[in-house]
């Protein structure tokens, strides 16, 4: 039962969308069941602490919850959000280093000669290489002397010795989260590096990092197709709101960010009031919650900082991206939708189910199984976040010999449908009854719970609000998905961005460079 | 983005555990050593160290029931009646390594169709309206070495889709339509197979460590694909249900009920015949350096391989030690190295496969902008080598060892886990005790063991490197790795005649 390289694409490009998508999925079972077993605690500094016990196993999982993602990257430093994420594993003035008080003057010296360096690159006229070339000399050697001081990845060596699984986080655009397990008897040990990297955060081998960062886009974006589609798609579909902004950031301007930057972003976003901090598993409220309290107590407080206020004008152009190249077709288009906020939400999460769960669903069984020229077809939403109006997104994977252009009209002709007839007494049922299900199968997972947790706790200001979103599924009737669909689902409000093939040019075979 | 790339994550092959959290016990030998380092520790004031780490609570993971039936089928069951569901599976021996060459692809055509044709009495699609309708799902899915089909639903329902599960398995009736959309699907995935270059080396990779035709690693063809029929599906069916099926169950549900409902589904077949043994050879890849050209990415893919090791291979443990201090976490000498130190990767990691029943590939893997290609390289392969000329410290071995043995627990910290796990070591024919066994196996890796695998199994120069990238845009060129003549492999996509679609590069 090895893992198999699958060849069956469309399984990567659903994976590639999950992850994309902003965690919508879970919503709400007993909800005095966990009234019983959750634990809420606001402390002075405005962080939020939840305890939820679920003893099933001498394990907990955790997950920190910062209402700061890349839309709160400043002007021209785009994936700044996501480079501090990478400094938040370096260490703390305690833990990574072995002298913090000489590495501190040394990182100081890093950032003066990369001021220098910046400075004369950035010179519009009167660029002087010879100076230039010594500037540059002279950064990598004060990096050089600050990494006398370092004790590399000390931080996550620690938690990884004391057990830690899982160990990662993610950036959105709306939001970071960082999250890992433990085994229970390790928990103090825990709020002790968490709060630690919260509150104390060094910008250690920044440099580095960003060359990693760097590597990172080359990887998700600039050398993957589907990347590459998304990322126009966004920077077409949107003309002022950050959602359109490369969200791992432009070359130009990631590979830019200064570390003073990543610390600026992070004494503005990292305040208590910003912040929730969940653990679910193996763990007693009465105990932990003190525990949780010495060391949090740590992160400083603050002002919640002021929302991005951009907002989307409307739309009243079509738009369309055309990617010639060697890759097989792709279809994908998107129409704006309102934010999580909006009384309709649940009608989206309707719609998209009704069109995309399942061999049941009307794009599978129009475009894959009765015109067969799909190999898949999916609608899904809020894309590429929910903080904000986001998208209504369509994808489809064309069948050998058939074209972007004919995914295009078959899945308009389901759009139609929704906006002439009304969808049938099983469609909408079907959408309650799986809704209801996937959220209480999403309760018997430690880690999922506490993200969950985390974001709805964020999202509406309380945890309770993932159960009661079922009351807004029920709600959903046959009217409102015809009125959505009317109201969103028109051609100026639509972006469209596919990949046409183009053949390969003949005699093109190179040997990796040498001569 | 996350911080890391999740296939890094595996790219360990960490061992399962299932066991008591006890705290470690260290081998005497190293007492003397670790308690210098941590009294060193304390004087210097670390403050993580000063934080207690109590006794962890009593655990005892709950076995599930193993019944085994006349016939010589195993049914495990589970009980978990955390939340209001029941699931199941029945695994089937026999996967894609046992097909015939010439119609490769037709074991994943028939994990395909075999659910979407149905059964004589409710076809797929009318399953699927009876299923979707309920939150409920029967799948069916194919693997190397086997198939399986799969069931869950909430508990009310859950007589009712037993019996559909059931139905499928013993009277599936596949579908001609069903099997021209699994061809269609599959040959999507073949057209397509060149477009992403991660794609492309894990592949092609492989291909080097066992062969382009081995049956671990042949890749289904348009021709092959087109050639399957009907009948095929239907013959591989009636073989492989012979075998020694094994079923699990978990969940929110009576066990003996449910013992009783098994067994009657069961019982009745005639005695399982055992899996004719497989006479495969591995010889490993031939030495050299090649080279997938791909001119829309600025970044190469580098894949440095050999022919791994399998679980009953007694160095296993050790292996597992290493395979820690080279590329399994973030102090593992890859990461530290390569992506900490130089900068040069965001994903980076490496380490000997262990397959249960054969060889698996050792494999390191580093993503690097196209310049820095040659650099990458060579600083993968001098971590590679250094595993025999760089002396393994007490320090790394206490801390891969650290690693692996604190986060055992979370290979059974689940009922489903647990459940998983007794499978897998049955389809295998492992004993019940088989990861109590090496979890103290684990404990006992000294460093003179890790310097004999090392020497054992690590042999630079029996690796091939495969390189996928942007030709122009390497520079210097691989021909400065110096380790013989590039390699050029042609990845063309044959194009039968009268296929619609123009399969190409």
Redesign the interface.
Known sequence: MQSRTSSWIWKSFLALILMAMACVGARGQDLKSFEQRITTKVLPNGLTLIVCERPEAPVFSYSTFIDAGDVNDPAGDSGLAHMFEHLAFKGTSEIGTNDYAAEKVALEKVEAANDAYQAEYLKPVGQDPSKLAELKKAFAAAQAEAHKFVVPNEFTEVAERNGATGLNASTGLDSTQYFWSMPENRLELWAWLESARLADTVPREFYKERDVVMEERRMRTDSSPIGRLFEQFLATAYVAHPYGRSSIGWPSEVGQITATEAMAFHKKYYVGSNEVVVVVGDVKASETMPILEKYFSKVPGGPKPEEMTTVEPVQFAEKTVVIREQTQPLYLEGYHRPDYRDPDDAVYDAISDILSNGRVSRLYRSLVRDQQIAAGAEGFSPYPGDKYPGLFAFFAVPLPGHTPAEMRDAIHKEIEKLKVADVSDAELQMYKTRSRADLLRGLANNQGLANTLAEYQTRYGDWRELFKQLDKVDKVTKADIRRVAKQVFVSTNRTSAEIDTEPQAAGATKDGGAE | ?????MNQ?EASPRSHKRGL?HPILIASALCAALLATVALNAQQG???EK?????????K?QQPRRIELKNGIVVFLQEDH????VSGSV?IPGG?RDEDAAKAGLV?LYGQTWR?SGTGKLS??AM??LL????AHIETGD????TSLAWDS?KGDADQVFALAMDLLFHPKFSAEKLA?AQ??????????N?????IA??EA?KLVYGANSPYTR??ELATIGAVTLKDLDAWHQQTLKGKLIVGISGDFDAAAMEARVRAAFEGLPTAKPAPARHDEFAGPKPG?Y?I?K?????SNVEIVALGTDRRNPDVPAITVMNEILGG???SRL??KV?????????VGGGFGM?YDHP?AFRAEV???SPS?VDATRAALAEIAGLKSAPFTEVELK?AK??IL??F??R????DKVLAERE?LE?YGYPADYLETYKSALEKVTLADLTAVAKKYIHPEKMAIL?V?N??E??????ELKLG??Q?VDITIPKPAG???????
């Open positions: 983005m996350r911080y890391l790339e994550m959290g670390k403050p993580w934080i207690p780490v109590p006794k962890l609570h009593d655990f993971p955390e939340l209001p569901f695994m894609s994943s979407t797929g699609d699927d309206d979707e309708a309920k939150a693997d190397i070495d086997s909430l959309l269609q699907q599959e040959a999507t995935g073949i057209v397509r197979r477009d992403d270059e991660g794609e894990e592949r492989s890749q289904p350096v080279f050209n001119e829309d990415v600025n970044q976490g973030f102090a990461f530290q992506r900490t130190e130089l900068g040069l990767a965001y994903a397959a698996a993503l690097t902008k290609t801390r650290d690693n604190n986060s627990l979370f059974y910290d689940s009922k897998r389809f390189v990238g030709a122009p390497i520079k210097p060129g691989l021909d003549a590039i050029p296929m619609p679609g123009g399969a190409q590069k």
